[in-house]
Every structure is written in structure tokens, then in C-alpha cells.
Nanobody
Framework: QVQLVESGGGLVQAGDSLRLSCAAS????????VGWFRQAPGKEREFVAG????????NYADSVKGRFTISRDNAKNTVYLQMNSLKPEDTAVYYC??????????????WGQGTQVTISS
């Protein structure tokens, strides 16, 4: 069993940066690929970024490439999402999930509760 807790969300202005953290419990977390998703009001939950268990491979949605960076520290059981040059359209609840690093939500087994990110223009 893996439990995930996101943190680091907040209200910032366009152009600012935020770093989200996904802290996990469970000794097997380091063996899981992890992804970040987001869901804006009235929209489907969409893939943002993913990383393999060892951090060797990373995957990004086109909308965040060059602005967001996913990383992990297995010693701390934590995955990060560094978000730079934020835009109002990045406003959403951000979720981390364990089980894959691809965009298919069905491949993920464990989900966190989410953290709100709001970008003002």
C-alpha cells in the first residue's frame, strides 16, 4: 500500500514559480513510476508529467514542456514538480499518482488528494 500526500500549492501571479511535492508512505514507493496530473473546473483530469522509478526517463505534456520539471528523491520518498513561468491556464488541482509515468490514467494504482494551484493574471 502506498499513500500519497501533495503539498506546495498556492496562489501566485503569472510568470511566477511553484514547487509541488508528493510525499509517499510505504517501503515500496521507490519502485514505482510516478506521474502528476491536474484537473481544472469543468475539465477532465489531464496528464502533466511522469518519471520512472529511477528517474532515468521523464515524460511531459506538450503544454508544460520547457516550463515544468519532474524529479524525485527516493531516499526521501518524495517526487517534485517544479513549475516555472506559470500561466493562468495552469490553474487546477494537481494530483500525484503512482504506478506509471505515462499519460494513461488507468495505469496508475495510487492517487493523492490533490493540491490547489491558482495563477492570477
Amino acid at each position: 500500500q502506498v499513500q500519497l500526500v501533495e503539498s506546495g500549492g498556492g496562489l501566485v501571479q503569472a510568470g511566477d514559480s511553484l514547487r509541488l511535492s508528493c510525499a509517499a508512505s510505504g517501503r515500496t514507493f521507490s519502485s514505482y513510476a510516478v506521474g502528476w496530473f491536474r484537473q481544472a473546473p469543468g475539465k477532465e483530469r489531464e496528464f502533466v508529467a511522469g518519471i520512472t522509478w529511477n528517474g532515468v526517463s521523464r515524460n511531459y505534456a506538450d503544454s508544460v514542456k520547457g516550463r515544468f520539471t519532474i524529479s524525485r528523491d527516493n531516499a526521501k520518498n518524495t517526487v517534485y514538480l517544479q513549475m516555472n513561468s506559470l500561466k493562468p491556464e495552469d490553474t487546477a488541482v494537481y494530483y500525484c499518482a503512482a504506478g506509471s509515468f505515462r499519460s494513461n490514467r488507468d495505469e496508475y494504482r495510487y492517487w493523492g488528494q490533490g493540491t490547489q494551484v491558482t495563477i492570477s493574471s
